[in-house]
Nanobody, 123 residues
Framework: QVQLVESGGGWVQAGGSLRLSCAAS????????MGWFRQAPGKERELVAA????????YYKDSVKGRFTISRDNVKNTVYLQMNSLKLEDTAVYYC????????????????WGQGTQVTVSS
């Protein structure tokens, strides 16, 4: 069992930055690939970024490449999402999720989810 708690969301003006954190419980954090998803009102939940068990494997949605950076600290059991140059279309609830062992871009393969944190970008 893995429990995930996100933090760091909030309101920011377009062009600004936010850093999301996701703290995981348990001793097996390093055996899970981690993903950051987001869901805007009326839209499906989508994968924004993912990271493998180490930091060698990462994935980014095309629209966030060069602006968002996913990282993890296996000692602190935490995964981060640094979001720079935020745009209005980045407004959504952001969720972190865990999938055992192998990184995946498929939402249904993620086994554990946090409660989400709201990110609102305004002009």
């Amino acid at each position: 069992q893995v429990q995930l708690v996100e933090s760091g969301g909030g309101w920011v003006q377009a062009g600004g930055s936010l850093r999301l954190s996701c703290a995981a419980s348990g001793r097996t954090f390093s055996t899970y690939a981690m993903g950051w998803f987001r869901q805007a009102p009326g839209k499906e939940r989508e994968l924004v970024a993912a990271i493998g068990r180490s930091t060698l494997s990462t994935y980014y949605k095309d629209s966030v490449k060069g602006r968002f950076t996913i990282s993890r600290d296996n000692v602190k059991n935490t995964v981060y999402l640094q979001m720079n140059s935020l745009k209005l279309e980045d407004t959504a609830v952001y969720y972190c999720a865990a999938k055992w062992w192998v990184l995946s871009t498929t939402l249904s393969e993620y086994e554990y989810w946090g409660q989400g944190t709201q990110v609102t970008v305004s002009s």
